[in-house]
């Protein structure tokens, strides 16, 4: 089975960096992806790490430490659009490669 | 590419009453995704189809939910009676054999009263 903790509710302001962390257990992690959701909306891809270390788009970067069932997500310089939700989703091999994701950190970005 | 397609919209319906919702994959997509989200749970898989066929349906909360997929381009989620706790958005996501991007559909907001 997944199981997937990220915090529910984050608020930040605008301009500065928030780091929105998720932890996992998962009996075959394949790939950790990071999705935003605007509300009303679908997830959009975001990020993807397989390997320990960070990846960096843009403003946005996501971590990964597989050894401690550890991600997270930093966005800088936040814009008011940057409100939304954001989900942490495993890959598991042993769920047929398919993505189990956890309840979404919903980001409110204030000025 | 107009993406994943998903009809209705919205839709209220009153309890006891059947539900059918509706989804058009990205063609040439092999794999197509339906999930549930609420606040309380998040998004859920509900099920799952490799090239039309259903993989895995341990998703699907009761003997209420049935998804077909009859052909490559087209897939539906029926609820038969429908029940308030039912009350979720529904999304239908594809994805290609050998790559990890989904493409979610907008999804389907369906109350049920």
């Known amino acids: 089975g997944q199981n997937i903790d990220q915090p529910t509710e984050m608020t930040a302001t605008e301009g500065a960096i928030v780091q929105i962390n998720c932890t996992y257990q998962?009996?075959?992690?394949?790939?950790l992806f990071w999705y935003q959701q605007h509300a009303g909306e679908a997830p959009t891809f975001l990020s993807y790490?397989?390997?320990?270390g960070l990846e960096e788009k843009g403003r946005f970067s996501s971590f990964l430490s597989r050894s401690k069932g550890y991600s997270y997500l930093l966005l800088k310089e936040l814009q008011m659009k940057d409100s939304a939700s954001y989900l942490c989703?495993?890959?598991?091999?042993?769920?047929?490669?398919?993505?189990?994701f956890g309840t979404g950190t919903r980001l409110t970005v204030i000025p | 590419d107009a993406g994943v397609i998903q009809s209705p919209r919205h839709e209220v319906t009153e309890m006891g009453q059947e539900v059918t919702l509706r989804c058009k994959p990205i063609s040439g997509h092999d794999y197509l995704f339906w999930y549930r989200q609420t606040m309380m749970r998040g998004l859920e898989l509900l099920i799952y189809?490799?090239?039309?066929?259903?993989?895995?349906d341990s998703g699907m909360p009761e003997d209420r939910f049935s998804a077909k997929m009859p052909n490559a381009s087209f897939s539906t989620l029926k609820i038969q009676p429908s029940e308030p706790r039912d009350s979720a958005v529904y999304f239908c996501a594809s994805r290609k054999d050998r790559g990890y991007g989904y493409t979610f559909g907008s999804g389907t907001r369906l109350t049920v009263v």
């Open positions: 998962t009996s075959g992690f394949n790939g």
């Open positions: 989703a495993v890959r598991d091999k042993t769920g047929a490669n398919n993505l189990f």
């Open positions: 189809f490799n090239n039309n066929v259903p993989i895995d």
């Open positions: 790490n397989v390997l320990d």
